[in-house]
């Protein structure tokens, strides 16, 4: 049995760290609902959207909708620049429903937002939504207070890192907008000036609680741009060091691990912080390697400031269920930016970062826990998915004598830190799978990656392709891929160590690609890309997916899930006999093999030597002919009677066979005079088709004394410079525009800081605080830019001498 509640007005609640919301008038008569299809809802079908849902910009993908995991659905209105606000039922009256209310609460935010919407992400416990675009970042309170209009909520906006991302002086963008997911209040931005920051709602909005700047090549070593340029990153899933994790993609493909990095207050369960902590005693400080028993050391220390409660021994897990975080960060140390993570096999490693089959750059990023397995995730522009496991378990590493610069209120009690994160040099020679635990744990190493597979999605190839990634909420194992072709779902087969853990010896399987949805309209120029994705899932194991067009129509589909992960069952005896030959067909029974067979045999009485002299008129002789005449009367007679009645009961069943294979010769004869007309439309084509080639290759032939016909192809040299070349046009060229404009922005934000943030600075704790050491600060940015400027301008220079060349020799050839 389902159980429904009316979900339809809002709750008066008090969110943690969030401001509590007005409480509903009481006087207001509360408004018939009628259950609706989703996909036939008003709110999908208004007019006039066209223009609105769409943008020719998308850098961002678009995402107007969300689930708060339970019964209420989001959809943001472009036209309107409102959120309607949806009670759905799922699997009503029939599990392939999907029932909305109507109608809908609109929420409105309190203030005019003056930029497009792209994404809208809503918090765990659904008391937030934050709406980004290109232009600005806001989060909504969804509880907020009755308006004048009819179905119509006022909510709190507040806009979000205004003055370091949406100013108009700099040009820092948002990469990644992300929820944490121990948190509520807490929200984690990625952005183009290779920072990636932590805010606190409950507290400053303008002012991040947390910073890290990303430093992924050691100074002074030369690289491309594209290692250097974030694109996307993922918090890490509720397995070990994994929950403080933050996985995050660069261009280039390479993939680096921030940890620890926990939000102030965040909340985490008491078993798995024991779980660390019993971990980091056991296989850390019994260890024989000195630099392992540092760096649990460090570890432990780190666990028992953040988490006090572990150094009590009298609280246990009775009377603490859950640890609330406690803002800590170690004087001495900052976090090591750890990777790039390479790939393994069980024999040989690979330095490679990303294999060279997949095409152009990296775009999206995603990390899914399936069971005992991690499993990460990266979409490439070229429309290939690099499927890899960690082989090794992520553990936090700290680069000593690189002091953080931590910020303090008037009780001394941490509220801001920042540290730069270098990437450390790591021994390529533990890139091995049969290495035992002595050689890995706790050394400092990253995790390797276990490829799994490489999935193409084969999509138009076209540049600057964007593939949105999500996990199915009830199989972790399926992945949906949202890109301008449609959506499809990438089912993994093959998990190694929860295979290996629960005993299954199952040979490497690939995953399994089915494609959901295509918005293709013939051609691949005419795809539109959705405009949202949502996947559903109640407890009953139905699931869903909701996807939006950019005409703002609604598109439900159910999804199977019982026989997703059922391998195929193939009897070998039954292939053995199929391979041998095709099987007899059932031919039906006419007469019983009874009847065919013949009467039976009869077995004659003994009879007397002097039977022959017996007369028949005699009583002896009368007494034999009647023994006789009566088994023949037995056998013979009535086997006459059963052979006519068998024959007078298959007459029918004969006559319908026949006329069956009548009907079967007679269809079979007008397929075979539909072919004979089709032949000589066939052959008029074939002589069509014969004139059309020779036509094109008299045109050939034309073409070919054409002067440009007689060009040399480029050497296999030649063409490797030219792709390079295409690579630091379209990409390298892009990454150092936007670094400079980056060290600018920060250029501009230091030395015109306002007065009021001194008194700040003064509390912050740092070794080095001299005037004179802002100077030398601000000239070697200086002379960073110069030295940037003076490479994009010799660059500039080296591509016009190679272009010039090219020109050269091509008018040469000709």
């Given at each position: 049995m389902r159980y429904n509640f009316d979900l339809s007005e809002p709750r008066d609640a008090d969110v943690g760290g969030l401001q509590s919301a007005t409480p509903t008038s009481a006087s207001t008569p509360k408004e018939k609902l009628e259950w609706l299809s989703l996909q036939n809802h008003p709110v999908f079908s208004a007019p006039n959207r066209d223009g609105a849902a769409h943008s020719s910009n998308f850098t961002i993908p678009k995402n107007l909708l969300a689930w708060d995991g339970a019964s209420r659905l989001y959809f943001w209105d472009s036209y309107k620049s409102c959120l309607h606000r949806l009670s759905v039922r799922l699997g009503e009256p029939d599990p392939t429903f999907v029932l909305a209310a109507s109608p809908s609460k609109v929420l409105q935010a309190d203030m005019q937002l003056d930029f497009e919407v792209q994404r809208i992400s809503i918090n765990r416990n659904g008391s937030a939504l934050f709406l980004v675009g290109l232009d600005g970042l806001y989060v909504m309170y969804l509880y907020g207070r009755t308006s004048t209009k009819e179905n119509t909520v006022i909510c709190r906006t507040v806009s979000v890192g205004s003055e370091i991302y949406f100013d108009k002086n700099n040009s820092i963008r948002t990469l990644q907008v992300c929820w944490h997911p121990y948190s509520d209040t807490h929200l984690g931005i990625l952005s183009s000036d290779s920072v990636f920051r932590v805010y606190d709602l409950s507290s400053a909005l303008g002012q991040p609680e947390q910073e890290y700047y990303l430093q992924p090549v050691e100074p002074g070593s030369l690289h491309n741009a594209t290692s250097i340029c974030p694109v996307d990153f993922s918090f890490g899933g509720d397995h070990l060091w994994d929950r403080f994790s933050v996985f995050i993609l660069f261009s280039d493909g390479s993939v680096y691990i921030l940890c620890p990095v926990v939000p102030f207050g965040s909340v985490y369960k008491w078993e798995s912080i024991l779980e660390l902590y019993s971990d980091a005693h056991v296989f850390g400080l019994k260890s024989s390697n000195s630099k392992a028993v540092k760096n649990s050391n460090l570890a432990i220390s780190w666990l028992e400031a953040t988490f006090p409660e572990l150094a009590r021994k009298e609280v246990h897990a009775e009377n603490a269920s859950v640890l609330r975080a406690q803002p800590y960060a170690l004087f001495d140390a900052s976090i090591s930016l750890q990777g790039p993570l390479r790939k393994v096999s069980h024999v040989v490693e690979e330095d490679s970062v990303h294999p060279q089959v997949c095409e152009g750059r990296a775009v999206s990023f995603l990390y899914d826990l399936v069971s005992k397995d991690s499993i990460v995730v990266t979409a490439w522009s070229g429309g290939q998915l690099q499927i890899d496991a960690l082989a090794?378990?992520?553990?936090?590493?700290?680069?000593?004598?690189?002091?953080?610069?931590?910020?303090?209120?008037?009780?001394?009690?941490?509220?801001?830190?920042?540290?730069?994160?270098?990437?450390?040099?790591?021994?390529?020679?533990?890139?091995?799978?049969?290495?035992?635990?002595?050689?890995?744990?706790?050394?400092?190493?990253?995790?390797?990656?276990?490829?799994?597979?490489i999935v193409d999605l084969a999509l138009p190839r076209r540049s600057g392709s964007v593939i949105s990634m999500f996990v199915d909420p009830l199989i972790s194992e399926r992945i949906y891929c949202l890109h301008d072709g449609g959506i499809d779902s990438v089912v993994l087969h093959f998990l190694p160590f929860t295979n290996q853990s629960s005993g299954k010896e199952d040979m490497m399987r690939s995953p399994s690609v089915h494609p959901v949805l295509s918005t293709f309209q013939g051609e691949a120029s005419s795809a539109s890309p959705l405009c949202g994705f949502l996947a559903l899932s109640d407890s009953f194991g139905d699931s869903w997916i909701v996807g939006l067009t950019p005409s703002s129509e609604c598109i439900v589909l159910e999804m199977e899930t019982w026989n997703t992960l059922v391998p195929p069952i193939i009897d070998k005896v039954d292939?053995?006999?199929?391979?041998?030959?095709?099987?007899?067909?059932?031919?039906?029974?006419?007469?019983?093999?009874?009847?065919?067979?013949?009467?039976?045999?009869?077995?004659?009485?003994?009879?007397?030597?002097?039977?022959?002299?017996?007369?028949?008129?005699?009583?002896?002789?009368?007494?034999?002919?009647?023994?006789?005449?009566?088994?023949?009367?037995?056998?013979?007679?009535?086997?006459?009677?059963?052979?006519?009645?068998e024959l007078q009961h298959h007459a029918p069943h004969v006559k319908k066979i026949i006329d069956d294979q009548h009907s079967r010769l007679h269809k079979a004869q007008q397929k075979i005079l539909e072919v004979e007309r089709k032949q000589e439309k066939i052959e008029d084509r074939i002589e069509h088709a014969v004139q059309f080639h020779s036509k094109l290759e008299e045109r050939l032939q034309s073409l070919r004394h054409l002067p440009?016909?007689?060009?040399?192809?480029?050497?296999?040299?030649?063409?490797?410079?030219?792709?390079?070349?295409?690579?630091?046009?379209?990409?390298?060229?892009?990454?150092?525009?936007?670094?400079?404009?980056?060290?600018?922005?920060?250029l501009k934000r230091f030395t015109h800081s306002p007065q009021a943030n001194r008194s700040n600075e003064q509390r912050q704790l740092s070794v080095r605080r001299k005037s004179h050491v802002r100077e030398?600060?601000?000239?070697?940015?200086?002379?960073?830019?110069?030295?940037?400027?003076?490479?994009?301008?010799?660059?500039?220079?080296?591509?016009?001498v190679v272009e010039s060349a090219l020109k050269c020799r091509e008018i040469g050839t000709s």
């Open positions: 090794d378990e992520v553990q936090p590493v700290w680069k000593v004598d690189s002091p953080p610069r931590v910020c303090l209120d008037s009780t001394d009690s941490i509220v801001g830190l920042a540290m730069i994160c270098e990437s450390l040099s790591s021994d390529t020679s533990i890139l091995k799978l049969d290495l035992p635990p002595d050689h890995t744990l706790w050394l400092g190493h990253p995790p390797p990656l276990l490829r799994l597979a292939k053995l006999i199929d391979s041998e030959g095709p099987k007899d067909t059932d031919i039906p029974t006419i007469i019983s093999k009874e009847l065919l067979t013949g009467p039976r045999v009869v077995l004659l009485p003994p009879s007397s030597p002097h039977l022959r002299s017996v007369a028949a008129d005699s009583i002896e002789g009368r007494s034999t002919l009647h023994q006789y005449f009566k088994l023949f009367h037995e056998n013979y007679v009535e086997y006459a009677h059963k052979v006519y009645f440009a016909a007689h060009k040399r192809s480029l050497s296999k040299a030649e063409r490797q410079f030219k792709s390079e070349l295409d690579r630091y046009r379209g990409v390298e060229l892009d990454a150092l525009c936007s670094s400079i404009e980056a060290v600018n922005a920060r030398n600060e601000m000239s070697l940015l200086k002379a960073s830019i110069e030295k940037l400027s003076l490479v994009n301008i010799e660059n500039a220079k080296k591509v016009k």
